[in-house]
């Protein structure tokens, strides 16, 4: 995994909860990353077998931070995965995916439901692409919970990529969303539909994404439906 250098400056370890709970010592490498390559997840079928690119779907996610209906949201964005699969298999001359790697900024609200609803989901894994380096980007979280959160999504990552360093906050938003969006083939967004309050909002990442021909699946963020 790797781990922007402004989280940790002035060692090469650090102590991390595993997935399992154990907490184990791991060195990590400080790169400042332009370009990466994920870490495959490993295949459902055959020990140690690791998925190829054209076994895996990429999908990628944006959306709002604050949600109504939820559980109506959280049933769509589920629907929509399915869909974004069948799509897949439609276009993987190998057949049906079968690997599901998420893409997302881990913001609060739409970006976590997705990624848990696509972790459940057996040979799933996650990469992170954050608009900021890792502390000041979790100082963007009020409570402690969504901070706790956030590190032990971080922790189950991947891969951790920070995107280059830009002007202006909103500036970072947009190019981690536009990143995102080069390195999936599909996108869900949970969207109400209206233009982009800021700079980088979900409006702009869905335009960029129907720019680049990469199909969205929209669910309602007013509504729950799609």
């Known amino acids: 995994m790797i781990i922007d250098?402004?989280?940790?400056?002035?060692?090469?370890?650090?102590?991390?909860q595993t997935p399992?709970?154990?907490?184990?010592?791991?060195?990590?490498r400080y790169e400042h990353v332009r370009h990466w390559t994920p870490?495959?997840?490993?295949?459902?079928?055959?020990?140690g077998a690791r998925c190829t690119k054209d076994m895996t779907l990429r999908i990628g996610v944006t959306g709002h931070r604050y949600l109504d209906h939820e559980v109506e949201i959280r049933r769509e964005v589920n629907i929509a995965i399915d869909r974004a699969l069948e799509a897949g298999d439609a276009g993987h001359a190998t057949g049906k995916p079968e690997c599901l790697i998420v893409v997302s900024a881990l913001a609060e609200g739409a970006d976590r439901l997705v990624v848990h609803e696509c972790l459940r989901r057996d040979g799933a894994t996650l990469e992170a692409v954050l608009p900021l380096p890792i502390q000041e980007y979790a100082n963007d979280f009020v409570t402690a919970d969504s901070r706790r959160e956030f590190a032990d999504l971080l922790a189950a990552a991947a891969s951790v990529k920070v995107a280059d360093v830009m002007p202006t906050r909103e500036q970072a938003y947009e190019r981690a969303g536009q990143l995102m969006v080069d390195n999936c083939d599909a996108v869900v967004a949970v969207w109400d539909g209206l233009p982009a309050?800021?700079?980088?909002?979900?409006?702009?990442?869905?335009?960029y994404a129907e720019a680049r021909r990469v199909p969205v699946f929209r669910v309602d963020s007013r509504t729950g439906h799609r």
């Open 5 to 16: 250098p402004h989280l940790f400056p002035q060692s090469g370890q650090r102590l991390m």
């Open 20 to 28: 399992h709970k154990r907490a184990v010592h791991m060195r990590i």
């Open 39 to 47: 870490v495959p997840p490993r295949r459902r079928r055959g020990r």
């Open 197 to 207: 309050r800021g700079r980088g909002g979900t409006a702009d990442v869905v335009t």
